[in-house]
């Protein structure tokens, strides 16, 4: 017999999606037998699959040794996927922890790390938490083998600031409920060309050009767009007017791939360092007196909703995290 206990990270799921990440070698009709047959139960009663399992819960599978090795199969971590996260831990060590407690963590990522790997080889922020919760011993190698922490929004590679992590399956859940009903408020300090003067609220549709990863604003409406949902809502206000440039705010409407570098630049005011979408020469002259390599774009301020247990701690709470120095050093204040 083989028994588990259901963890805080691992509550909140169906009971047999839980199996099926255990278990990923058994067909479900043999995991629905077996819980008809009561050799899979939940808290020593019998359980058809569908209950949603909490904290605490009991699951015991009556299997031979044997017979579960064949059915967990590659469910279980191997030993080298631990070592490359806690390698991928210590080789980010600029990324810093802004907030933490046992269901989420907003880490606060530095540009040029990749917030989820885009090739095997990759170290991204993703293989940072979990080497980070595997070295703390906040999870095991066991638990690891159903239940997955991860990043829940992304920053591209050259953007730094605050990006959502889940440590708990309900953190995950919650942090995606929010995300996709856009009550989790997502603010950013960014750099442009020319002087903005006024807060504006801008709207326009993105067009993906897949196969060059860039993409680009129309202005105009039409029935695809529409029906592409492809519709983007950029809100910003100016903090800081200097002699060629605007340090705005930016709050995330909408969050489509690449919309703030691509709707300001649509209406005229690029991002100082953005290569992509950008004023090239305008950006060579930051790059030969400050260095500046990349578009200076930081997520700095997140706002949660009101929320109940158990994330009640989190309520309607404003968290910071201050833009590079970068941002500082190429201050350029207008002359009076």
């Excluded at 903090?239 to 705005?248: G, M, P, Q």
């Excluded at 409407?253 to 991002?271: C, F, V």
């Excluded at 578009?295 to 700095?300: C, D, E, I, S, V």
């Amino acid at each position: 017999m083989y028994q588990t206990i259901i963890t805080q990270k691992e509550a909140g799921q169906r009971l047999d999606k839980y199996l099926h990440r255990i278990l990923p070698n058994a067909a479900s009709g043999f995991l629905y037998k077996m819980l008809r047959k009561k050799n899979i139960t939940l808290n020593g009663k019998k359980a058809d699959g569908s209950e949603k399992i909490a904290a605490g819960d009991s699951i015991s599978l009556f299997f031979s040794g044997e017979t579960l090795a064949k059915f967990m199969g590659q469910g279980q971590v191997p030993a080298q996927d631990e070592s490359a996260y806690r390698m991928a831990f210590h080789k980010l060590s600029p990324v810093t922890i802004l907030y933490e407690d046992e269901h989420i963590l907003l880490a606060d990522k530095p540009a040029g790390v990749l917030s989820q790997k885009a090739s095997g080889t990759d170290l991204s922020l993703n293989e940072w938490l979990i080497g980070y919760l595997l070295e703390n011993g906040f999870l095991s190698k066991e638990e690891l083998s159903v239940c997955k922490p991860s990043v829940c929004n992304r920053l591209d590679r050259n953007t730094s600031g605050i990006v959502l992590c889940a440590k708990s399956l309900s953190g995950a859940q919650m942090l995606g409920r929010l995300l996709k009903e856009r009550t989790l408020h997502k603010y950013y300090q960014l750099y442009v060309k020319g002087c903005i003067e006024e807060e504006q609220l801008i709207e326009g549709y993105l067009i993906k050009d897949e196969r060059h990863n860039k993409v680009s604003v129309s202005f105009a409406p039409s029935e695809k767009k529409e029906a592409d949902g492809a519709k983007i809502k950029t809100k910003y206000r100016p903090l800081r007017i200097e002699s060629d440039k605007t340090l705005l705010e930016v709050e995330l409407i909408t969050g489509k791939s690449h919309q703030i570098r691509a709707h300001l630049a649509g209406i005229g005011h690029p991002l100082l360092g953005d290569y992509k979408y950008g004023d090239r020469a305008w950006n060579e002259t930051y790059r030969e007196k400050f260095g500046v390599q990349s578009q200076l774009l930081h997520a700095y301020r997140v706002v949660f909703p009101t929320l109940e247990a158990p994330f009640e701690a989190l309520s309607g709470r404003t968290f910071f995290c201050d833009p590079p120095d970068i941002f500082t050093q190429v201050c350029t204040p207008r002359k009076p």
